[in-house]
């Protein structure tokens, strides 16, 4: 009987133990009433960043690709998961993407010629462009990336250069950001013939190494010139 | 999570204990003296003899487990005890620096806005610069020695560079040096702050031996007088308190110590129960186990909580003394620091701010201890009770100019990336704040609101504001202001304010409509007639036109342009209010709303930012990509901890957008905008929506150029009617910021399957060149009429080629933009 007691002592006591509420988070900002002419909206503010959650996440869930480089597979392309796109891709070839890890580099290059005529752009687009070709020759993707984003902030209407991150993008093996990148590249082409057809060859490659083998063919189709 | 978790392991340990408990096998034998019978003297000998051991036994094995279970309680406590404390630590704060300036030829930038960005990157004006960081400027030229710059994608040399400027643009780049011209320059990025990225208030970081020694002496003889002699609880001091508060009658003396309070404001909730007294007492005992006497002292100096600022505390002596007294601490007087030490008990009782006599008090109060603990001597406390509070104004500022966009950034860092990566010394945040922007954005905003202000009879300071501005290409937030008075870290109202967004939703609806364009084109015929619907719960919804006519049979761009209500809700119902949600959420909407017809009207709540990511969609053609506050996070070696590279998500029809963005650039020139319209100058477009909302609570203004896309919203913040619609409040700051920054137009290139028809403005049907009622409008290929409204002459053989032929046209003006093809000029 004693004995009985002195178990369910310890027992409670290790169990007890356990219950502590503890805060996981940095201390809380002290709320206090709202100055006047500031409503009652200051009180909620302040408790709203954490949850990152619909209410207080006005930008929405990014993800970024941390590990673009070294490992694609299974990284997301950059777009929020629970919103249902209208883009190309399927949820099969997210999957798809994961899988396909291993044998995009040396093809890419090879089903995809490049076609793209070399524009005129201002020098200091230029410059950049010629760097971004060169970091991207020697594999320096998320550098060639970065050199054609601030490219395009110089020049956010050159088809071209939304053409060449397209590329990238594509020997980096997030897919459906180089296609995504390439429709951008031919809403902004024009009559370039020959940019286009690169756009669409680029869309080509990534469809089909994502499984969308018919999308894939009416790219080809594109990309030859029909 | 975390608690369940510990839940099963510390009851798997409670099984495991009760197991060991069980093995020993001394049941059978305690059971087994009862059940037999001795006999006589024997059985009361065994008995009293076999209780001594019994007890001893029971008492051993008793204390054994519950020493057991108060060390395995210890180690959970210490785990809690490790992970705040390290989480608390104050390392070097993270810099925080804006976009460069990129200089190349033919960047719009005038001599004022160079030296306006030098002088923020502390650059010094001399007459002739030889050191990095001087500059000389006048109205033609510049001269420039920059600072090298370490970005995080290289590194940027300093230069001697020479600038010339013609036409509001730059001219000629020059390296001085050498003489060559230079494609490309960027300046060095400026600091705009230094924060706490797992924090989301900051301090002013205190190291040990920065702490002055009076502040020490004084805290040790006010709050906890054997602090470097106790081992976390001192049990002298809480029989002395006890015994004092007894003789009292009441709570008269706390007697936690240093350690203690530390840990108390681990806590979230401030309930003072047993159980809590005794966890903090055995974590106290813990934590002082782990680190030292100055560390904690460290921890604690940075940590305690000493007053409010709005709705930011403020926390840690060093920024405490630069709140209170705008110094540093180790300015501090004797008075001075008494006040402070003193605000430990109660921060709001004492405030000095509000109640001063009683913040008097309580420092004369601390000074007597400091005597009696001889800190100060008597002359030095009787020359500090005369001294006045000595409170200034202006220091221990939130962190920055631009705590708006900070927090922002903030946001950002903490959802994206992990703690662990966020805790390092010395990361460099680069962020995608265009100072420039900024700067015409506040000051836009300081000057237009007093005018609306009294435009409306309202007293000064009535309205609200907010202000977002992205870039167009990148989604890149430039800048942000999140209320009337820049630079105060209030309620942020750009990205928190959700408000409804009246007829901002419209553009919408109509592109929803547009992407079938076998049903819409943008003279589809729409009827302003009126509505009636009937609610949920029996009432009837009713709208009303903004003037409370009806306008019949409307083309459907005529219908946007004015912003027909009737037009809008009928259009809206023919397409489902379904429909219309969903391409809301594609166009990068992540709030929830309710899905019901007066959506169709803008019932729908969202903050400027969140209507920034929607315009943004429409500005870039269709293409979601999320706003992005930070372009690189790199470690204090160089390394990038993340990158938040561009991401392009294609959700609406190209071309759909394209109409869409022509019947709201018609808003600027003839409809609800037309003001903004006629402050264009020649050659710029704009594209844009008005919205109001229900008893003009909500002015609105949303709109893009060819490179920018912005958002301002006024209002009150007690959500009265703020007497303004989007066009006579939102509109006027709106255009104020864009017309003040640089613009590229709207490109004049449309989707390949866009073909200019001219049309009869009355019945939609093709008419001729010289119709007086014709209106040029672009429709997807295939959907243009094919019958003939009769309206001037037939279209000659020339016209018909262009219609059916356009591709043929427009190849050969394909790169060129003049103003004949802009379809977004006036004039079409």
């Given at each position: ?25 940095p201390p ?199 | ?80 005890v490790?992970a705040k404390f390290e989480g608390q630590r104050w390392a ?104 706490y990225?797992t924090h989301?208030?900051?301090r ?58 530390l840990v108390?404001n681990f ?31 460290q921890a604690y100096?940075n940590e ?11 926390h840690g ?106 805790r ?405």
């Amino acid at each position: 009987m004693i004995r009985n007691v002195i178990l369910g002592v310890v027992v409670l006591a290790l169990l007890g133990a356990c219950s502590v509420p503890t805060r996981t988070g940095p201390p809380a900002p002290i709320v206090s009433a709202p100055a006047p002419g500031q409503g009652t909206a200051p009180a909620s503010a302040t408790n709203a960043p954490r949850d990152g959650e619909a209410e207080a996440a006005s930008v929405y869930p990014y993800e970024a690709p941390s590990t673009v480089a070294e490992a694609p597979a299974g990284m997301p392309d950059g777009e929020p998961e629970d919103t249902a796109t209208a883009a190309d891709t399927s949820p099969a070839s997210e999957a798809a993407d994961s899988a396909d890890t291993s044998t995009e580099d040396e093809t890419q290059v090879a089903y995809a010629p490049d076609q793209a005529e070399t524009p005129s752009l201002s020098p200091a687009a230029e410059g950049l462009m010629r760097e971004a070709e060169q970091q991207r020759q020697s594999r320096d993707y998320p550098g060639a990336a970065a050199s054609l984003e601030r490219a395009l902030r110089i020049s956010p209407q050159s088809a071209y250069l939304w053409n060449r991150l397209a590329r990238v993008r594509l020997e980096q093996g997030l897919y459906s950001q180089a296609q995504n990148l390439a429709a951008r590249s031919n809403a902004l082409a024009g009559e370039e013939a020959s940019l286009k057809r690169d756009n669409w060859s680029v869309i080509a490659v990534a469809r089909r190494r994502t499984g969308d083998i018919v999308g894939a063919t009416e790219a080809e189709r594109y990309a030859r010139g029909g | 999570m975390t608690i369940f978790f510990h839940g099963r392991r510390c009851a798997a340990r409670a099984v495991a204990v009760a197991k060991t408990r069980k093995r020993p096998g001394t049941n059978a034998t305690r059971r087994r003296p009862s059940t037999r019978a001795p006999k006589g003297k024997t059985r009361r000998a065994r008995r009293r003899r076999s209780v001594w051991p019994f007890l001893l036994r029971w008492g051993v094995l008793t204390a054994l487990a519950l020493g057991l279970a108060v060390f395995l309680y210890g180690l959970h406590l210490d785990r809690i005890v490790r992970a705040k404390f390290e989480g608390q630590r104050w390392a070097l704060p993270a810099r925080v620096y804006a976009q460069p300036l990129e200089l190349y030829v033919g960047r719009p930038l005038t001599p004022a806005q160079l030296r306006g960005e030098l002088e923020r990157l502390n650059y010094r004006a001399a007459a002739s610069p030889e050191r990095a960081g001087s500059y000389a400027i006048n109205a033609e030229r510049a001269l420039v020695r920059t600072r090298p710059f370490r970005f995080w994608d290289g590194a940027e040399p300093g230069r001697a560079l020479e600038v010339g400027f013609a036409d509001g643009q730059i001219s000629r780049l020059r390296d001085a040096s050498s003489g060559g011209d230079l494609a490309l320059v960027r300046l060095d990025a400026a600091l705009i702050a230094s924060i706490y990225p797992t924090h989301n208030e900051d301090r002013v970081l205190v190291r040990r031996a920065d702490l002055p020694d009076l502040l020490v002496e004084t805290l040790l003889a006010v709050e906890d007088r054997s602090f470097f002699r106790h081992i976390g609880v001192d049990p002298r001091a809480i029989a002395r308190a006890g015994w004092r508060n007894l003789r009292a009658g009441g709570v008269v003396e706390g007697a936690s110590t240093l350690t203690q309070q530390l840990v108390k404001n681990f806590y979230l909730t401030k309930d003072r129960t047993w159980e809590r007294k005794l966890n903090e007492a055995y974590m106290a005992i813990l934590l002082e186990r782990r680190y030292s006497k100055d560390e904690i002292l460290q921890a604690y100096a940075n940590e305690i909580y000493l007053g409010q600022d709005g709705s930011r505390a403020i926390h840690g002596f060093g920024l405490a003394s630069r709140f209170y007294f705008n110094r540093e601490l180790d300015e501090l007087s004797v008075a001075e620091t008494a006040l402070l030490v003193g605000l430990i008990k109660g921060p709001s009782r004492y405030n000095p701010k509000r109640f001063p006599e009683r913040a008097v008090e309580r420092r004369n109060l601390v000074i007597d201890l400091m005597v009696s603990g001889e800190v100060i001597s008597r002359q030095q406390a009787s020359a500090a009770k005369d001294a006045p509070l000595g409170l200034r104004e202006g220091g221990g500022r939130p962190t920055g100019e631009y705590p708006s966009f900070l927090q922002l950034v903030r946001r950002q860092l903490q959802r994206d990336y992990r703690e662990d990566d966020l805790r390092s010394e010395g990361l460099n945040i680069f962020t995608t704040l265009d100072l420039l922007v900024q700067s015409q954005t506040e000051s836009a905003v300081s000057e237009r609101l007093p005018q609306l202000d009294s435009a409306r009879g309202f007293s000064e300071g009535t309205l609200e504001a907010a202000a977002v501005v992205a870039s167009a290409g990148q989604a890149e937030v430039l800048a942000m202001v999140g209320g009337r008075t820049s630079g105060y870290a209030g309620f942020n109202r750009a990205l928190d304010a959700v408000r409804p967004i009246g007829s901002l939703i419209k553009p919408v609806i109509y592109l929803t409509a547009l992407s079938q364009p076998e049903r819409y084109t943008l003279m589809t015929i729409l009827e302003d007639r009126p509505v009636s619907l009937r609610a949920g719960d029996g009432s009837r919804w009713e709208p009303k036109n903004f003037d409370h006519k009806l306008h019949g049979s409307v083309p459907l761009y005529r219908a946007l342009v004015r912003s027909l209500n009737l037009a809008t809700v009928n259009l809206g119902l023919d397409l489902g209010v379904r429909e219309v949600a969903q391409n809301l959420r594609d166009l990068g909407v992540m709030r929830r709303f309710p899905v019901v017809p007066a959506m169709l009207l803008g019932s729908v709540s969202l903050t400027p930012l969140e209507v920034t990511q929607v315009y943004h969609t429409l500005a870039a053609g269709g293409f979601r990509s999320p706003l992005r506050a930070i372009r690189e996070v790199v470690d204090a070696e160089g390394r990038p901890l993340n990158r938040y590279p561009l991401a392009v998500e294609a959700v609406a029809d190209p071309t759909a957008v394209y109409l869409t963005t022509w019947a709201m650039q018609k808003v600027v020139l003839e409809g609800t905008a037309q003001s903004l319209g006629r402050r264009l100058p020649d050659g710029m477009t704009m594209a844009g929506k008005t919205g109001t909302t229900d008893g003009l609570r909500d002015s609105w203004f949303a709109g893009f150029s060819g490179d920018k896309v912005a958002v301002a919203w006024v209002g009150r913040d007690d959500n009265r009617p703020a007497k303004l619609t989007g066009s006579s409040g939102a509109l006027k700051l709106w255009g104020d910021i864009m017309i003040g920054i640089d613009n590229q137009p709207l490109l004049a290139l449309a989707p390949p399957d866009v073909e200019r028809v001219r049309v009869d403005r009355t019945n939609g049907l093709l008419a001729g060149p010289d119709c007086g009622r014709g209106v040029t409008v672009p429709f997807a290929q295939g959907s243009a009429p094919g019958t003939r409204s009769g309206c001037g002459s037939p279209a000659s053989p020339a016209q018909v080629a262009e219609r059916s032929d356009g591709k043929a046209q427009r190849s050969q003006r394909d790169q060129s933009r003049s103003r004949d093809e802009n379809l977004f000029l006036p004039g079409y």
